[in-house]
């Protein structure tokens, strides 16, 4: 006689390859993707120092899965720009298309919001219980805030170019004030987050940027193109300089070395001359 054991186990939590990675929602404006290329590409060389494993993820547009929900977009929020330390950017061998806290266990260092309209989406505290232990719709900052407790909150209102940081300490967001230059340390990684305004494909306007703890800009690979251009002009015009002195030095070295030998063939002629009429040079 056989028995069949039947095992009602839980489903496994789904991973990132089983989630949907975009909710189906437009971009805002045309300044969020440049705007996430720029912090990327010019965080690139101070990120690749600080993990010569590799290991570390930016996200840009990418959900964060913090729950299980049914829809499954519904448990995610997607930052426009986030930086996660000591994690692989890819997992078995594949492009991450989410990242799903219940299988990282490691949240975002930083996570930035370009808010569109008046910030308030970005700074809606409302929990996920509502005063009747009711599930409602949790705001963002309540997400990053009490769930994924991200150590840096930026939010940059495009239309009024503000930026406000947040970072979190004894359990709850502080909000921070900027230094002399304006800028807004993140210690963690010695850098600095500020505003600039300059022109960025084809848009002049202010932009999200990061500074060195010395209040040096971080460059983007054209601009550090161009000063390596500029850099390499500067020796080429230099060398040429280098050159056209020491042609001039050595034309000046051949005309003395002419003027030397017209005066020693003169010398010569005289000496010859004074021998010829019976004097010893010797005696003069």
């Known amino acids: 006689m056989t028995s069949t054991i039947i095992s009602d186990l839980p489903k496994p939590f789904p991973d990132h390859t089983q989630l949907p990675e975009e909710d189906g929602t437009f971009v805002k404006n045309f300044q969020e993707h440049p705007q996430s290329i720029i912090l990327t590409d010019s ?11 590799g290991l570390y993820a930016i996200g840009q547009d990418c959900g964060i899965y913090w729950r ?15 930086y996660v330390p000591d994690v692989p950017p890819k997992i078995d061998g594949q492009y991450r298309r989410s990242y799903v806290l219940w299988r990282e266990h490691l949240a975002p260092l930083i996570v930035l919001e370009f808010a569109s309209g008046d ?18 719709k949790p705001g963002k900052f309540w997400v990053y805030e009490r769930i994924m407790r991200i150590h840096f909150y930026g939010i940059f209102e495009i239309k009024t170019n503000k930026l406000e940081v947040y ?31 300059g022109s960025y494909q084809n848009q002049t306007q202010i932009w999200l940027r990061w500074w060195d703890s010395e209040g040096n800009l971080l460059l983007i690979g ?39 030998e017209r005066e020693r063939l003169e010398k010569e002629r005289l000496l010859d001359r004074l021998r010829a009429a019976g004097i010893d040079p010797n005696n003069v």
């Open 222 to 260: 054209s601009e550090r193109a161009e000063i390596e251009k500029h850099r390499a002009e500067q020796a080429e015009t230099q060398l040429e300089e280098v050159e056209t002195q020491l042609e001039q030095a050595e034309t000046q070295l051949a005309l003395a070395e002419s003027q030397l």
């Open 167 to 197: 970072q979190f300490a004894n359990g709850d967001y502080q909000k921070t004030t900027p230094n002399e230059r304006g800028h807004y340390p993140i210690p963690p990684l010695g850098i600095e987050l500020g505003l600039w305004e």
């Open 119 to 136: 910030g308030s989406e970005e700074r809606d505290r409302t929990p996920l219980y509502n005063n009747n232990g009711e599930v409602q």
């Open 68 to 82: 299980e929900t049914e829809p499954a977009e519904k448990g995610a929020e997607a930052p426009d720009w986030f």
């Open 43 to 53: 965080i690139g060389p101070i990120l690749q120092k600080r993990h010569p494993d």
